[in-house]
């Protein structure tokens, strides 16, 4: 449990939210000011947007990174199971005390102002790495690009764009091109950019934007490829290829993940053992996670448990591929979503994967979706659902049910972020 110190600062600064979310930087650089602009003393900086995969990309930019020695920051959003999983400072999680104390700094020189709860937590991270040496300093962008939080260091060493789909919609526009758009506000002038995987529509986006700025891109398909070929994985670009493991994330979205990751390092001037060491090392809880241990695993000794925090259609696509990757198994989902999601488009790519959805409300959250509503939507595009009163109660059922089964618990980070807490 995180102590009452920085619980009870927390719980202050939420009090603080806006009456509406509207996306600026003003509020965030208010604050940075008052601050004495942190931002401006980090150690060299690598900004991470997209919809998909720019955590784990991130993860595995910083396990390259640690291999060869270097101390790497590293800033990303939403925490699992307690928040200081946000900030990792040269390697580590922020220790509670240091964390209670700049969150009531970042309060002090706030002085009551409206400010979003990201906003003024990102501006404590950014204390704490400016003032812990270290060599790199890894921001993975909290919500679109162009007008985040993050989106204040002027001149990152490396930007990079992971795959973008439609998300946030209601924030960042109805079109990919809209939010491919918002993605592309990270690029900087002359700062280089990798960019992973993209719809055609996405990508002219960003490519217009990197020539307005004159941003050289290292693009998928075009600079870099990646593919997996006889259980290994085959990157190449001009400088010459490296055969490396598959990534020790599961499911194929990660290879796509991993190259964007090498592509990073190699621009970097980073050698072979670290592009090894970011696809072999890399460590992102919720993504396609084995839970062997913890109360729910041991009440059901004969089923293969996995937890995802996927959430929007392009992350029920790859839950789904990394499925039918998988030895033949009867496969049960339980299932809990927030009402903000496209519920269906999560679980359509889904039907041909599960026999059976278990739909669960997620306790203490005010955005979730109702059980019976997550249930209807797995009706809606032919997955059999059924609703269960919580993720204990479902999984009991399937026990009965089917006791050999494989069982992934989806369909929400912070849903993930409980079965984290209560049985990690």
């Known amino acids: 449990m995180t102590s009452p110190g920085s619980d009870a600062i927390l719980s202050r600064l939420m009090g603080l939210h806006p009456k509406v979310i509207d996306l600026v930087l003003t509020r965030v650089e208010t604050l940075l000011a008052a601050l004495g602009h942190p931002e401006?003393?980090?150690?060299?900086?690598i900004h991470v947007a997209g919809t998909n995969g720019k955590g784990?990309?991130?993860a595995m930019i910083r396990a390259g990174l640690e291999a060869g020695g270097d101390r790497v920051h590293a800033y990303t959003s939403p925490h699992?199971?307690?928040f200081h999983e946000?900030?990792?400072?040269?390697g580590e999680l922020i220790p509670e005390p240091m964390l209670a104390d700049l969150l009531e700094e970042c309060e002090a020189a706030n002085a009551g102002q409206p400010i979003t709860?990201?906003?003024i937590t990102t501006c404590a991270a950014f204390l704490a790495f400016s003032r812990v040496p270290a060599d790199w300093t890894l921001l993975e962008v909290g919500l679109g690009g162009r007008l985040d939080a993050t989106n204040v260091v002027d001149q990152p060493a490396l930007t990079v764009i992971t795959p973008v789909s439609i998300d946030h919609q209601q924030y960042l526009g109805e079109t990919l091109a809209e939010i491919a758009g918002e993605k592309a506000g990270i690029l900087k002038r002359g700062v280089r950019c990798v960019v992973g995987p993209q719809e055609e529509d996405g990508l002219a986006v960003i490519e217009a934007k990197a020539a307005r700025l004159g941003a050289p891109l290292f693009v998928h398909g075009q600079h870099w490829h990646v593919a997996e070929d006889r259980g290994r994985m085959i990157y190449q670009d001009e400088t010459g290829l490296l055969d490396l493991p598959l990534p020790n994330l599961p499911g194929?979205?990660?290879?796509q993940n991993a190259g964007a990751a090498v592509a990073a390092l190699r621009l970097l001037g980073r050698d072979a053992a670290a592009c090894e060491a970011a696809v072999s090392?890399?460590?992102?809880p919720a993504r396609m996670q084995r839970l062997r241990r913890g109360p729910l695993a041991e009440t059901a000794p004969g089923i293969e448990l996995w937890l995802d925090g996927g959430h929007n259609p392009a992350g029920g696509q790859a839950v789904a591929a990394t499925l039918a990757r998988l030895p033949a198994r009867e496969t049960h989902l339980i299932c809990g979503m927030l009402n903000t999601k496209d519920v269906k488009g999560y679980m359509r790519p889904l039907?041909?994967?599960?026999?059976r959805l278990w739909a669960v409300s997620i306790p203490d959250e005010p955005n979730t979706l109702p059980a019976e509503a997550t249930r209807d939507a797995a009706l809606a595009v032919g997955l059999a659902a059924e609703a269960a009163p919580s993720v204990a109660a479902a999984l009991a059922r399937i026990v009965d049910q089917a006791p050999q089964a494989r069982v992934l618990i989806c369909g929400s980070l912070y849903l993930a972020g409980q079965i984290l807490r209560d049985n990690g």
């Open 40 to 45: 401006r003393r980090l150690p060299r900086v």
């Open 56 to 58: 784990s990309t991130q």
């Open 80 to 82: 699992l199971a307690r």
């Open 86 to 90: 946000r900030i990792r400072l040269a």
């Open 117 to 119: 709860f990201f906003e």
């Open 252 to 255: 194929p979205h990660q290879i």
């Open 281 to 284: 090392r890399a460590e992102w």
């Open 351 to 355: 039907a041909a994967q599960a026999a």
